[in-house]
């Protein structure tokens, strides 16, 4: 087994994810946001959402601290799994194709997400309306670059120690498929 000495510290979740909440609240104040928005993005019609073990540790910790990690997440994340398939690889052989599912933290509603933006996965605060007065999605897009630079080498470390120390076999897995494997790692 590899090395599982401790990795380098990594900011706080809030301070990680702040480049992509000051990117929002700019595209805000020229009219692109969620806010009129049903949320499609969070459904199984668009959403493919993909998240780190580092990630799935800020939100397993942001959940504990609303007393939300329970007996009833923990179906709700069982079902979502089953419901659309997330434990089966419908690959090919030569490669695994991304499932859509709708997010078990989502809220029917304008901003229907349940998960505090300090907190949320980077992909979904990177997500955002690229015109004005959007209800139904549609000209919404995700923002690789600002994505790119979150990424550092501390939090590949961090990652890659989680992985180790939990034996997580995923570089990126579905929220609630990153969630549970939490708690069986």
């Known amino acids: ?9 990594i900011p706080d979740a809030p ?7 000051d ?6 104040e020229n009219g692109n946001h969620c806010g009129g928005c049903s949320g ?17 540790l800020d939100l397993k910790t942001w959940l504990q601290s609303q007393d939300r990690w329970n007996d009833d997440l923990i179906i709700r994340l ?24 709708t997010c078990p933290f989502y ?13 949320k996965p980077y992909g979904c605060l990177a997500f955002n309306a690229r015109s004005p007065g959007l209800t139904e999605g549609g000209d919404c897009a995700s923002d690789q670059e600002s994505l790119k630079t979150l990424e550092s080498e501390a939090e590949a470390s961090h ?13 990126k897995a579905p929220i609630p498929v990153a969630l549970l494997s939490i708690i069986e790692g």
């Open 23 to 28: 990117q929002m609240h700019q595209l805000a």
């Open 40 to 56: 499609v993005c969070c459904t199984f019609l668009a959403n493919s959402m993909l998240i780190t073990p580092v990630e799935a």
């Open 1 to 9: 087994m590899e090395n599982q000495t401790e990795p380098q510290v």
């Open 159 to 171: 990652n890659q120690f989680l992985k180790l120390k939990h034996q997580w076999l995923f570089e």
């Open 78 to 101: 069982k079902d979502c799994i089953k419901k659309f398939r997330l434990d089966q690889d419908l690959g090919d052989g030569r490669r695994s194709f991304r499932r859509t599912y």
């Open 15 to 21: 301070a990680r994810r702040q480049p992509l909440i």
């Open 107 to 119: 809220r029917n509603g304008p901003q229907g997400c349940s998960i505090s933006r300090h907190h």
